[in-house]
C-alpha cells in the first residue's frame, strides 16, 4: 500500500495550491481519507475530511471557506485545493487513510488511528 502525495510548494500568501493524494494497492472508497498537517515540534492536526463516498466533509476552522477536500475513487486519488493561503498554513501536509473509522464525525479522526499514510509534501506561504 502506498500513498503519494504531491503539489506542494512555495507561494505567496493568497495564493493557491491543489494537493494530490494518489493511493495504490488498496480500494480508495473502502477508506475514510482525511489530510493532516503538521509544523515542526508540534503534532499533527486534522485539516481536512472525507467521506468514503464523498458525501461528508470535515473542515478544520482555521481552513473552513479556503480548503476543499474531494476524492474520486475510481482514481484512486484524494485532493485538496487551498485557496487564499495564508502565511500560517505552512506546514507539512499529509495524507491519510482509515479504513476502520465508523464515526457520524469525521473531525473526530484521530492521527493515531490511520492505517497508511502518505510521505507529506511540504507547503510554504510567504507573506
Known amino acids: 500500500v502506498q500513498l503519494q502525495a504531491s503539489g506542494g510548494g512555495v507561494v505567496q500568501a493568497g495564493d493557491s495550491l491543489r494537493l494530490s493524494c494518489a493511493a495504490s494497492g488498496l480500494t480508495g472508497s473502502s477508506y475514510v481519507m482525511a489530510w493532516f498537517r503538521q509544523f515542526p515540534g508540534r503534532e499533527r492536526e486534522i485539516v481536512a475530511a472525507i467521506s468514503r463516498n464523498g458525501n461528508t466533509k470535515h473542515y478544520a476552522d482555521s481552513v473552513k471557506g479556503r480548503f476543499t477536500i474531494s476524492r474520486d475513487n475510481p482514481e484512486n486519488t484524494v485532493y485538496l485545493q487551498m485557496n487564499s493561503l495564508k502565511p500560517e498554513d505552512t506546514a507539512t501536509y499529509l495524507c491519510?487513510?482509515?479504513?476502520?473509522?465508523?464515526?457520524?464525525?469525521?473531525?473526530?479522526?484521530?492521527?493515531?488511528?490511520?492505517?497508511?499514510w502518505g510521505q507529506g509534501t511540504l507547503v510554504t506561504v510567504s507573506s
Open positions: 491519510a487513510a482509515d479504513r476502520r473509522y465508523n464515526g457520524d464525525y469525521l473531525g473526530s479522526l484521530n492521527s493515531r488511528d490511520q492505517d497508511y
